[in-house]
């Protein structure tokens, strides 16, 4: 099993900046790729930033290249999601996600959202 905790979130006025963090814990196979989704109330879950831990490498969605930088720190268990420049389309709950297939990461990059385990979410508001 995989916990996923997120904090971070909060209210923001267009242009502004939000760092999200979330801790991780469980088996360490079953998230190998870690990233983030969001869900907006009456949309579906979209996949916006993914990171495969042992290779590094980064993938987006095309709604947020440019603006979301999503990083990790293997020996804290932590993955953060850098977002600049925030719309008041960005606005959503926002979530920590794990799976243990690289495919998971890959569908970030067409802003899917198939991941196994997630947390519980953090709000992210944005206001013009």
């Known amino acids: 099993q995989v916990q996923l905790v997120e904090s971070g979130g909060g209210s923001v006025q267009a242009g502004g900046s939000l760092r999200l963090a979330c801790v991780a814990s469980g088996y360490t196979m079953s998230r190998k790729c870690m990233g983030w989704f969001r869900q907006a109330p009456g949309k579906e879950r979209e996949g916006v930033a993914a990171v495969y831990t042992t290779t590094s490498s980064t993938y987006y969605a095309d709604s947020v290249k440019g603006r979301f930088t999503i990083s990790q720190d293997n020996a804290k268990n932590m993955v953060y999601l850098q977002m600049n420049s925030l719309k008041p389309e960005d606005t959503a709950m926002y979530y920590c996600?794990?799976?243990?297939?690289?495919?998971?990461?890959?569908?970030?990059?067409?802003?899917?959202?198939?991941?196994?385990?997630r947390g519980q979410g953090t709000q992210v508001t944005v206001f013009s």
């Open positions: 996600a794990a799976d243990a297939d690289f495919g998971s990461c890959l569908a970030v990059n067409l802003g899917r959202a198939e991941f196994e385990f």
